[in-house]
């Protein structure tokens, strides 16, 4: 009988291109994923790699075998997520993942209006720059900033738009003054998100038709570093307002009705058929702030 662990091995030896690397990606030993390797080879009556200095080359048996064994893989995190999905459902409890800005203004305030009347469940925050897949059960309820959202296994709910304005600081006004109009904003020097940011959201990337690209300070890599540069840069950023008009020391410069973005609250379905979750998103969708302000109670 196969043991799934050397199957395990022999996708990570046949993806890494070596039992070293293997290793690593699994935290085993070498010698025992080139061990485990011989031993399946054996069991199989196949020769899976080729063996030189430079590492492991699949052979054609090895292609062959590859495709199997990945659907395997895929049907062991089928099961470790939905396992992990069954042990949420039974203790009550919902992960939810935010960008840093997202889950101080609105999420945070949300999940604790929400626990005052359910008290019995339990929250896990997850504030991240970067998506967490809920597709994969690495959370069960994401807030998402983007003007579309793809994937067809995902559920999702429309917020209120995010306003955006050109902030600076006030000594930056002080001794340079400010863009008071789209039009202005090439004069002056600028901090701008990266480009996977800036393609992802329609604020960032009316504003970005507009600017000098020889004026462009640096890359800041999430809102709260935005705010946080701006208040010591000499340069002038975007900035959600619901983060720019709260943050101490900055102005806002101006702001128009371009300059909004899409926000969506969004559920892989399999966590979306979990009554706990259904009913938080309801909550958070008739609880959002109309205007995309702070959430306050």
Sequence with gaps: MLDWDDIRIFLAVAREGSTLAASRKLNINQTTVGRRMQALETALGLTLFERDTRGYTLTAQGRNMLEVAASMGEAAESVKTRANQLGRASSGKIRVTAA????????????????????????????????ISLENG??????????KISGDTLVVRKLPPVRWGIYCSKSYLAANGMPRSIEELKEHPYLRFPDAMVKGVQAMSYVDQH??????????????SMAASLRTEEAVGALPCVEGDQTSEL?????????????WLVASKEAYQEPRVRKFMKFVGENFPRDGSKANF
């Excluded at 690495?138 to 003007?147: F, K, N, S, T, Y």
């Excluded at 462009?216 to 999430?222: E, K, Q, W």
């Excluded at 102005?251 to 926000?263: H, P, Q, R, V």
């Design 211 to 224: 600017l000098d690209k020889s004026k462009i300070v640096s890359t800041v890599d999430s809102v709260v």
């Design 138 to 147: 690495e959370a069960d309820v994401a807030l998402r900033a983007a003007d």
């Design 251 to 263: 102005l806002m410069c101006f702001t128009d009705n371009e300059m909004k973005s899409g926000l």
């Design 100 to 131: 840093h800005s997202s889950m101080a203004h609105w999420m945070l305030p949300l999940i604790s209006e929400y626990h005052k009347i359910n008290p019995d469940l339990q929250f896990e925050t997850n504030s991240a720059e970067s998506y």
